[in-house]
């Protein structure tokens, strides 16, 4: 994952958490220290679909727990698709 | 009784004449009126999936179920304008964002006078039981979605603003051109103890109609026993003209509720505004955000 899709999904993650100028972190932690809440992690699934073009389940994207684990999370995901 | 009856996946027509189940003191029934928006919410939801309400699982075979989050009328004129053998016709729409969430529309309307009309909007998110118990429900969403109902491709207003509010990022909502100030100011508390045979529904959780029910019940116990200014009681008064509820959080049986009065704020033509909450005792737990327009008859 390039550092464009990088600055993306922080974008994306800053839109879901309702924080457009939040300072993201790999190691922060979605749910303990950014915010993240349980809508949150649904919009985020819909954001990340229709930006990236890839579909990750409730249980996939709930088990990243800091922003490094969701940015693995996405690029195994396009490298598979 | 009920005529034209016809759920899609994507869309709810029906006529229905209003007879005693849909009625309540002077007029139509909200406690009714919630459980058939719900309902219908839940056939088109379930008929856009291809499924029905007890097959809905997500992919660890958790039985699924469609929570209500918020749900918002909004009438022209109070509940208590509606009349026993008036006709009533149905019109509802359902779409969904991603699998989980989905959003609902219905427009409610007499057929002897049109200008009697109300709209509600409902959102619902997929959620499943942690453990046995109500206290946590874990959000979820289906396995095999291969759902017919329309996919948005932003989160609709209605449920952005809910996210605002329940992460304090906004600190007021409208209700029918009325601005409701999102405070934790306590008027009045009451303790209320669930009644099995009416707030629970038929999976056990309460049911999201039962809420702004318990919320009636306390706040007509501080109009009529508390702060008494009429000759009759509260309910005989004062009837439903708006309602929006925010839901946080559901409880087991054996809980009780706490309800808090907010804030009451009379405002022009005998309409009154009223703010209360709900909240779990045993841990405090905000369960819901209640604003109400009421009009006096």
Not at chain 2, 101 to 129: C, G, I
């Given at each position: 994952?390039?550092?464009?899709?990088?600055?993306?999904?922080?974008?994306?993650?800053?839109?879901?958490?309702?924080?457009?100028?939040?300072?993201?972190?790999?190691?922060?932690?979605?749910?303990?220290?950014?915010?993240?809440?349980?809508?949150?992690?649904?919009?985020?699934?819909?954001?990340?679909?229709?930006?990236?073009?890839?579909?990750?389940?409730?249980?996939?994207?709930?088990?990243?727990?800091?922003?490094?684990?969701?940015?693995?999370?996405?690029?195994?995901?396009?490298?598979?698709? | 009784?009920?005529?034209?009856?016809?759920?899609?996946?994507?869309?709810?027509?029906?006529?229905?004449?209003?007879?005693?189940?849909?009625?309540?003191?002077?007029?139509?029934?909200?406690?009714?009126?919630?459980?058939?928006?719900?309902?219908?919410?839940?056939?088109?939801?379930?008929?856009?999936?291809?499924?029905?309400?007890?097959?809905?699982?997500?992919?660890?075979?958790?039985?699924?179920?469609?929570?209500?989050?918020?749900?918002?009328?909004?009438?022209?004129?109070?509940?208590?304008?509606?009349?026993?053998?008036?006709?009533?016709?149905?019109?509802?729409?359902?779409?969904?964002?991603?699998?989980?969430?989905?959003?609902?529309?219905?427009?409610?309307?007499?057929?002897?006078?049109?200008?009697?009309?109300?709209?509600?909007?409902?959102?619902?998110?997929?959620?499943?039981?942690?453990s046995a118990g109500n206290q946590k429900l874990l959000r979820?969403?289906?396995?095999?979605?291969?759902?017919?109902?329309?996919?948005?491709?932003?989160?609709?207003?209605?449920?952005?603003?809910?996210?605002?509010?329940?992460?304090?990022?906004?600190?007021?909502?409208?209700?029918?051109?009325?601005?409701?100030?999102?405070?934790?100011?306590?008027?009045?508390?009451?303790?209320?103890?669930?009644?099995?045979?009416?707030?629970?529904?038929?999976?056990?959780?309460?049911?999201?109609?039962?809420?702004?029910?318990?919320?009636?019940?306390?706040?007509?116990?501080?109009?009529?026993?508390?702060?008494?200014?009429?000759?009759?009681?509260?309910?005989?008064?004062?009837?439903?003209?708006?309602?929006?509820?925010?839901?946080?959080?559901?409880?087991?049986?054996?809980?009780?509720?706490?309800?808090?009065?907010?804030?009451?704020?009379?405002?022009?033509?005998?309409?009154?505004?009223?703010?209360?909450?709900?909240?779990?005792?045993?841990?405090?737990?905000?369960?819901?955000?209640?604003?109400?327009?009421?009009?006096?008859?």
């Open positions: 994952m390039n550092n464009e899709h990088v600055e993306k999904l922080k974008d994306i993650l800053r839109a879901s958490l309702l924080e457009e100028e939040l300072s993201i972190n790999a190691d922060d932690h979605l749910a303990d220290e950014l915010g993240l809440d349980s809508i949150g992690y649904v919009d985020l699934t819909v954001k990340i679909e229709l930006t990236f073009g890839i579909v990750l389940s409730n249980r996939s994207i709930r088990a990243a727990k800091t922003f490094q684990d969701l940015v693995n999370l996405v690029s195994k995901h396009s490298a598979n698709g | 009784m009920d005529k034209s009856a016809n759920s899609t996946g994507t869309a709810h027509q029906a006529e229905k004449k209003i007879s005693m189940p849909q009625m309540c003191i002077d007029g139509l029934s909200e406690n009714w009126l919630f459980k058939y928006f719900g309902a219908n919410h839940w056939a088109m939801l379930c008929s856009g999936l291809g499924t029905d309400s007890t097959h809905l699982q997500n992919a660890e075979g958790d039985r699924l179920y469609a929570s209500f989050v918020r749900i918002k009328i909004d009438a022209e004129q109070p509940l208590n304008s509606f009349k026993e053998n008036e006709h009533i016709q149905f019109n509802g729409q359902i779409q969904r964002y991603g699998n989980a969430m989905y959003f609902s529309n219905f427009e409610l309307s007499s057929k002897e006078e049109k200008s009697k009309n109300l709209s509600a909007k409902l959102m619902t998110v997929f959620s499943a039981r942690e979820s969403e289906v396995k095999n979605n291969n759902s017919i109902v329309k996919a948005l491709n932003a989160m609709p207003e209605f449920g952005m603003e809910y996210r605002k509010i329940k992460k304090q990022k906004t600190k007021q909502i409208c209700l029918k051109g009325y601005d409701f100030a999102i405070d934790d100011d306590v008027v009045f508390e009451k303790e209320y103890n669930l009644n099995p045979y009416y707030d629970v529904n038929g999976v056990g959780l309460i049911y999201f109609a039962a809420y702004p029910t318990i919320s009636d019940n306390c706040e007509s116990y501080y109009f009529n026993e508390v702060n008494n200014q009429f000759d009759r009681r509260w309910e005989q008064h004062y009837f439903t003209l708006a309602r929006d509820i925010m839901y946080y959080a559901n409880c087991e049986l054996s809980d009780t509720i706490i309800y808090h009065l907010n804030k009451i704020e009379k405002v022009k033509r005998g309409i009154v505004k009223i703010t209360s909450s709900l909240y779990r005792k045993s841990d405090k737990l905000l369960m819901a955000k209640i604003f109400t327009l009421k009009k006096l008859k």
